[in-house]
């Protein structure tokens, strides 16, 4: 039994949700039953399961939602207070889950053996203020060195953590990952340029947009709410794009069709931009988009082939190049839906179940 611990309240609208939740159903469903523990929004939790799943339960997979709460008082140290009387009247068990450094300690402190899954450097996530960070380098060393198991979802971002750390080399490298191809392609070569995800300003969408603006192209965004908009709008010059607010995931094809290709601009410089492994590249591609994206070192763990375009430079300029210059090709957007099905949760949960096989270390 894995206990997957998620010290946050569910909301079912991060990516980190949707990354979270998949990895336990897809183990749930290979035949390794997880528990997931999150500091509430049970209601949010069962929605977004019906949204990721299909359904309300999932043999194998248990739901338990601890507030992090006291009256008008909320902390993870209450969450880890009420995780660990929780504990106590549970199973023990042997195998331990988290993205999360504070969650790392709580199950250090719980005796629980766990996997500590990376998906970026959070010690460089917040440069502007030293305490903090250096508060995030301590917690991240600890979380990495008592981990039993180490993932990282490429193998840049592992060599980069080994090396600031002095750790050994035993990362598995696991990307992220999406749900089954459609059976074919949503793709139109006349159609517009599309974005789907964040519209935040740490994401890097003023690229994309501004890009497009100097080329003279067609976007589709698809993600953000009302408010979210108008305050890119203030970023960016966002007149004559299409807009839809964020959309479920199983209305997310829907929302990509017609599109031409599927855009993924990040911040290279960024903390969490520089390792980023973006789900949405699998989302445009079990669509049959060809993808053009910034060239982040996880790609080369993925061994994407031609159908994705790489921007070398974090710029508009070379952003409105690449739009300028791409031509959709049919072929290559058979390849991207190809190779969505080698990249599936369920593939992903395969090789995470064996990387909990090998013996912990002494």
């Known amino acids: 039994m894995i206990l997957y611990l998620y010290p946050e309240e569910w909301t079912g609208r991060r990516a980190r949700e949707v990354h979270t939740l998949s990895t336990c159903v897809a183990l749930a469903r290979g035949g390794s039953p997880v528990t997931l523990v999150t500091a509430g929004g049970a209601s949010a939790l069962r929605a977004h399961l019906r949204d990721i799943a299909g359904s309300d339960a999932i043999v194998g997979l248990e739901l338990v939602a601890l507030s992090r709460s006291f009256g008008p008082i909320r902390s993870a140290a209450i969450f880890a207070l009420k995780f660990r009387r929780w504990l106590r009247n549970r199973e023990t068990f042997t195998q331990g889950f988290t993205i999360h450094l504070k969650a ?185 988009l060809p993808v053009i994206s910034t060239a982040l070192p996880a790609l080369g763990s993925l061994q994407v082939g031609a159908w994705c375009t790489l921007v070398k430079e974090p710029t508009a300029e070379a952003w409105a190049a690449a739009l300028r210059a791409f031509r959709f090709d049919a072929a290559a957007a058979e390849a991207a839906r190809r190779w969505a099905a080698d990249h599936t949760w369920e593939e992903r949960a395969r090789q995470l179940a064996a990387t909990f096989t090998p013996p912990a270390r002494g």
Request: proline letters at 7%; aromatic letters at 8%; hydrophobic letters at 45%.
């Open 104 to 288: 790392a300690t709580m199950l250090a402190q719980a005796g629980v053996p766990y996997l500590f899954e990376a998906h970026e450097i959070f010690a460089e996530t917040v440069r502007a203020h030293e305490e903090v960070q250096r508060v995030l380098e301590e917690m991240e060393r600890s979380a990495l060195v008592e981990a039993t198991w180490r993932v990282a979802t490429s193998a840049a971002l592992a060599d980069a953590l080994r090396a600031r750390y002095l750790l050994p080399n035993d990362f598995a490298v696991i990307p992220n990952a999406g749900q089954p191809p459609l059976e074919q392609g949503v793709g139109d070569p006349d159609g517009p340029f599309v974005y789907s995800g964040t519209i935040a300003d740490w994401k890097g969408i003023e690229f994309a947009v501004e890009g497009a603006r100097l080329a003279g192209v067609p976007l589709r965004i698809v993600g953000g709410t009302e408010a979210e908009w108008r305050t890119l709008g203030e970023r960016c010059d966002t007149r004559g794009l299409e807009w839809h607010p964020r959309v479920a995931l199983a209305e997310l094809p829907a929302a990509l069709a017609g599109a031409c290709a599927g855009l993924i601009p990040t911040r290279p410089e960024s903390g969490s931009g520089r390792y980023s492994c973006p789900m949405k590249l699998f989302d445009y591609a079990r669509c049959g």
